[in-house]
């Protein structure tokens, strides 16, 4: 397990890096040790420049007048995280992500505004940096074939950010999934039910996000593990990533990509190489060329047992 000032170094390759990364989970992590903790606390504060914060609904209300089918959906708002040893391994450590709520206006109105740097406060800490930013804790999986081949996307022209770029399949999980429209839980689930479900959340969401967008079988898939979180240096877009191997070779992969659910999202599937990759990441968005290396990560730790 690698923290922030180690993956800086890792990420800061040359003058303008594109990514942080802001944990490192080389060994790969299993549902049952990663937690999730729920709570206003980690929501977003409003920013006190007034001007600023409302230019929020005035960008979000020039983008629907352009795209009326744009849609509002909440999203999961990464706070940070904490870590902790287990007792029964030297080599392991626990995850606990810290999660709020928040929504894709929001996301467009903070994250993506042209003046997104001016909602940043200057702060080595990166939850209190971006307190006043959507931040919604995005997923992607390094999907490997049993022909040890990489599954990347190349983005269609209508997605909202990115378009024609190289990505790993992914996208978020869902508040929404799990029943969740507030902060308010009904009389029978308890905190410590929804923080279940919240975190199991986070390992459902990334099958459903890979069958839909490559159209193959959940049963082709393996249970995922959690490899870390990868931050975007443009507008801080944090990701989850996770490590999943598919029982298919490429070329079936290729024949049921044309079925995907989520198809329109890209207009070709490669599966390439790790070297291959490591190529195709110069057209990739920062937060995945972060989920590059947080595979390598795995890969190397993986050599070295």
């Known amino acids: 397990m690698e923290t922030t000032d180690r993956l800086s170094e890792i990420a800061v390759g040359h003058d303008h890096p594109a990514f942080k990364l802001l944990l490192s989970c080389p060994s790969g992590l299993s549902p049952s040790e990663v937690s999730a903790v729920f709570d206003q606390t980690y929501d977003r504060i409003p920013h006190p420049d007034v001007t600023l914060e409302n230019s929020i609904s005035e960008i979000w209300d020039k983008r629907v007048q352009k795209n009326p089918s744009l849609y509002n959906g909440l999203k999961f708002r990464y706070g940070g995280h904490t870590l902790s040893g287990r007792a029964d391994s030297f080599r392991k450590t626990d995850v606990c992500l810290h999660l709020g709520l928040t929504d894709y206006r929001t996301f467009v109105g903070t994250n993506l505004n042209p003046l997104w740097e001016r909602f940043l406060i200057p702060s080595e800490d990166d939850w209190r940096r971006c307190q006043h930013t959507s931040n919604p804790l995005g997923n992607g999986a390094i999907v490997e074939t049993s022909d040890q081949e990489i599954v990347v996307l190349q983005r269609s022209t209508n997605v909202g950010e990115f378009p024609r770029h190289f990505v790993f399949p992914g996208g978020h999980p869902e508040p929404q999934e799990v029943g969740i429209t507030s902060h308010h839980t009904s009389g029978e689930l308890t905190h410590q039910m929804v923080n279940r479900k919240v975190s199991q959340e986070m ?5 459903r996000e890979v069958v ?13 593990v959690f490899i870390g979180i990868s931050q975007r240096v443009l507008n801080v877009r944090p990701t989850a990533f996770f490590f999943i191997k598919c029982s298919l ?3 079936e992969i290729q024949q049921l990509y044309g079925s995907a659910q989520d198809g329109y999202e890209s207009t070709q599937l490669y599966t390439m190489s790790m070297s291959d990759v490591a190529v195709a990441t110069s057209k990739m968005p920062g937060c995945h060329q972060g989920g590059f290396a947080l595979y390598k990560l795995m890969v190397d730790a993986m050599n070295e047992d």
């Open 212 to 224: 839909e967008e490559i159209g193959v079988p959940a049963t082709a898939l393996s249970k995922p």
């Open 203 to 207: 390992f459902d969401s990334i099958i």
């Open 249 to 251: 070779q490429s070329k």
